[in-house]
């Protein structure tokens, strides 16, 4: 037995306390575990500020005294790192990789490479990643696994200072604490819980087992048995109304043998059948002794109620019956005639109503039994006499005739049976059916006739010929009936005869239209058909069955032979197709292929069109199946040739993508490799101005000064194709960005110029949020807003405005200046490397900004553009999916 039934089997007073006990587990479990997921990522957070703080301070220093060249005051200070809670590996790297300090007199002097200790090789691979993203920033690094958080400062000239801080004391101290909390507050759930559990055992428990011993009092029959609950609650309202349930059942157990003795005394016939051949009678009234039968017989289970049914109407009720068993509607009536145990026999209006269980299988049957012989009798009667009226009268635009059995004359017509045949009236009186009806007609309708003189029928229809008096033949369709005596002896024949020509016309017209069909659909390799998921009946065209390559003359194919027809690997896609038809579910089209054993592959193309009906009747679908093989080629040739192109773009691409990656390494190498002499053009004109400069006239110190900003301008330029080069092979990154909070930071770097020039600064910015690189938006930002300080600085009131808005699905940046400006017809040309409008004695600068700008917004995937005029200022945009 499984847990749940176990638990659906517990007494209410022991489940609910156990389900609170459970509830008070779980949620104690819950929020333990939420307080230990958290412990190591905020101890990693809060030692990675503390150790900032403190390595922006030592950074500082080192940069200093590296700088001064004073290698025992560095040491020293890698030394006193230890004093850092936590901190126990410190190393100063040099740019070759030398170890130049440490906490460990014994690494100084060693390649960073050659140390021996379990966190080196770590350490390497993480100073290696540092390194090539090229950070100016302190870096740190959390290691949950081992509890470590490493930290990587840049120091002048190369340098790095690796550290490394032991958070296991920290992290376990915080798991302590969340430990000792959730215990607490699961101590105090679990009590309360415990008080929960017995005041429900004391106030509800109890009253609802007194409860359940009334209603099983009420259930063995005992109907006086009341509750004795009071209060406003809901138990005591359940008491009430089952209080009320058992007065009502007492009222309805007195009225139920009331009206039980009402119907033993009344002529009707309550009767009550099991659903098994033969309908043995399970209950019957004692009404039932007026056909001379005791209840005791009927009831001893070998009654077969079938038996005492008229052999007429025994097939006809039987039928009928099936029907209603298998498709309903539960509540019906039929009329027969049953024997008495005289032998008579009565007619019976039997009113029937079906008990079905929750699977629609009938269980009981039960009639109520009327004897209507007196009604059937006087009805029968009236039937014969109002007959000929009613179909003389009432239906004159059917001709109607009343034929001798014998002479087989025609006793009496109607206008329009004289008007169909082209005779009158007296003509017509004066022929029989028989002169008038051509060959082959005439024998189908002997051999029909004969048999209802026989008795083996009781009429017939047919669809026959006249010849009119003209001579001309009419198509009709007629229906003769034979009207019997008392005795059963044959009276006469009531027939009517009703003219089909247009509709045999219509039928010819009809058939010309459909074989027109079948040659357009044969024209056009098009084959439709019809599926009907009600009766299951299918319909196909000639074209179909040419399509799959069956001869129609076979009939429809069953789905095995239908699936034969088509290739291997799509016979049970097809057959799928298929099944989801008979079942009345939605299909969709498919495109298939025939088998190569029957011939020539071809495609072939099915398409479904389903029709629902009103009341949850099952849908029928029409489709057709195209021949599309042409198409198909064409397709594949198609195909190849896009395939061929593909080749060749991809071909494309890699060269193209070699060679942007070796005009990257060009530019890299040349940047570094111009670093060398400029550093010793840098110090051997410095030497020279510091120490020749007083011997040096007018010009040469001019010379000195312009030199030294040549190699200013070289070194920023260098810089700025380095930048350039690592924003092309640097991977972007996709995180959170607080615009306003970004462009502020942005902003408090360029205080110092704004500050001398004046500038006013006016942010229009949205509240905006942009998943997107950080550090490319801010590469972008500072190149943006320092061009539009510098170039508006000689005006007479210097203005920056910087602005952000959403609109049509994306997020747009601005940074707007009143400067100089530019003329449009050079906009593309700004954005390219080493591209100036200006000259640098006016506004110094090396052409690589803007191309930076472009450069990070496209790898961020969006669009930069500007908008000027010459002397109205400049507006650069950035553009963002939002």
């Not at 790095?160 to 032991?166: K, Q």
Request: with cysteine; net charge negative; hydrophobic share 40%.
């Amino acid at each position: 037995m499984s847990a749940l039934a176990v638990l659906t089997r517990m007494p209410g007073r022991w489940l609910v306390p156990l389900l609170l006990l459970g509830l008070v587990l779980c949620l104690a479990l819950v929020n333990y575990v939420v307080h230990i997921r958290g412990v190591t990522e905020r101890v990693a957070k809060q030692e990675s500020r503390i150790l900032r703080e403190r390595l922006s301070v030592e950074q500082t220093r080192l940069d200093v005294q590296t700088g001064a060249g004073n290698a025992l005051l560095v040491r020293r200070l890698i030394g006193g790192l230890a004093l850092h809670s936590g901190l126990d590996h410190a190393y100063l790297i040099t740019a070759q990789g030398r170890v130049e300090a440490s906490l460990s007199r014994l690494d100084i002097g060693r390649n960073f490479d050659e140390l021996q200790g379990p966190w080196t090789a770590t350490l390497g691979r993480l100073l290696q990643q540092v390194q090539a993203q090229g950070s100016p920033q302190i870096t740190t690094v959390s290691i949950p696994n081992a509890s470590r958080l490493v930290a990587f400062t840049p120091i002048q000239d190369g340098r790095w200072l690796v550290t490394s801080v032991n958070m296991s004391v920290p992290v376990a101290e915080q798991m302590a604490l969340a430990g000792r909390e959730v215990l607490r507050g699961s101590l105090m759930a679990l009590a309360v819980a415990a008080l929960l559990a017995g005041m429900l055992q004391w106030l509800w428990f109890h009253r609802a087992r007194h409860l359940s011993q009334t209603l099983d009092a009420i259930g063995r029959g005992r109907t006086g048995a009341r509750s004795r609950l009071e209060g406003r609650d809901e138990l005591a309202e359940i008491g009430a109304e089952v209080n009320r349930m058992a007065e009502r059942l007492e009222v309805d157990q007195a009225e139920i043998r009331h009206l039980h003795a009402v119907v033993n005394r009344s002529p009707v016939v309550v009767i009550e059948w099991r659903n098994a051949p033969g309908w043995p009678v399970v209950y019957v009234n004692d009404a039932v002794s007026q056909w001379g039968y005791a209840k005791a017989d009927v009831l001893n289970g070998h009654w077969d109620y079938s038996q005492r049914i008229h052999p007429d109407d025994i097939e006809r009720v039987r039928a009928e019956v099936a029907g209603y068993l298998a498709h309903g509607p539960d509540e019906y009536g039929q009329e027969y005639r049953l024997r008495c145990a005289d032998g008579r026999w009565v007619w019976v209006d039997d009113r029937t109503t079906l008990t079905r269980d929750p699977s629609g299988t009938v269980v009981g049957i039960s009639g109520i039994l009327v004897d209507i012989t007196a009604q059937k009798e006087a009805q029968q009667a009236v039937l014969d006499q109002t007959e000929l009226l009613r179909m003389f009268y009432e239906m004159p635009f059917i001709g109607m005739a009343i034929a001798s059995p014998g002479s087989r004359r025609w006793l009496q017509v109607n206008d329009r049976l004289c008007e169909i045949l082209g005779y009158s009236r007296e003509q017509l009186l004066q022929k029989t059916w028989m002169e008038m009806t051509p060959e082959p007609d005439l024998q189908a309708d002997l051999d029909l006739f004969q048999s209802v003189v026989e008795g083996r029928r009781t009429s017939y229809q047919m669809v026959k010929r006249f010849v009119r008096q003209d001579g001309t033949r009419v198509d009709t369709d007629m229906h003769a009936r034979a009207v019997r005596h008392a005795d059963g002896s044959l009276r006469h024949f009531l027939i009517t005869v009703q003219d089909i020509s247009e509709r045999v016309q219509a039928e010819t017209v009809l058939r010309e239209h459909k074989e027109l069909l079948e040659q357009a659909e044969a024209m056009a390799g098009l084959g439709s058909w019809s599926f009907d998921a009600e009766g299951q009946r299918s319909w196909w065209s000639e074209q179909m069955f040419r399509n799959v390559g069956l001869d129609p003359a076979t009939g429809l194919p069953s789905l095995d032979v239908y699936l034969e027809r088509l290739h291997p690997d799509d016979r049970a896609r097809v057959r799928d197709f298929m099944q989801a038809m008979a079942q009345g579910r939605d299909v969709a089209a498919a495109d298939f292929r025939t088998c190569p054993d029957h011939g020539p592959v071809r495609w072939l193309r099915g398409t479904v069109e389903r029709h629902a009906r009103p009341g949850g009747r099952p849908p029928y679908y029409t489709g057709t199946l195209l021949d599309i093989t042409p198409v198909k080629t064409a397709e594949e040739a198609l195909r190849h040739t896009n395939e061929a192109l593909e080749r060749r773009v991809a071909e494309r691409t890699r060269q193209l993508s070699e060679a942007n990656r070796e005009l990257e390494a060009f530019s890299y190498t040349v940047s570094h490799d111009l670093r060398a002499p400029l550093r010793g053009i840098d110090g051997y004109s410095q030497l020279l101005q510091e120490a020749y400069g007083d011997h040096l006239d007018e010009d040469g110190r001019m010379f000195v000064q312009r030199i030294r900003r040549g190699v200013d301008q070289m070194r920023q330029l260098i810089a700025d194709l380095l930048a350039y080069s690592r924003l092309e092979r640097r991977t972007m990154g996709h995180e959170p960005v607080e615009l306003e909070q970004l462009v502020e930071r942005v902003l408090e770097g360029f205080s110092a110029d704004t500050e001398r020039c004046g500038t006013a600064v006016d942010l229009h910015i949205e509240p905006m949020t942009l998943e997107l690189d950080r550090d490319g938006l801010s590469l972008a930002l500072r190149n943006l807003i320092g061009n539009a300080i510098k170039f508006s600085s000689a005006a007479e009131r210097p203005l920056v405005q910087v602005g952000a808005r959403s609109e049509d699905g994306r997020k747009t940046l601005w940074v707007r200046d009143n400067g100089v400006g530019f003329d449009m017809r050079y906009h593309d040309r700004i954005f390219g490397i080493f591209q100036r409008l200006h000259r640098a004695e006016d506004y110094p600068g090396t052409g690589v900004g803007l191309a930076l700008v472009s450069k990070a917004v496209q790898r961020m995937g969006g669009r930069v553009w500007a908008e000027s005029a010459p002397g109205a200022g400049a507006t650069f945009y950035m553009a963002f999916p939002a």
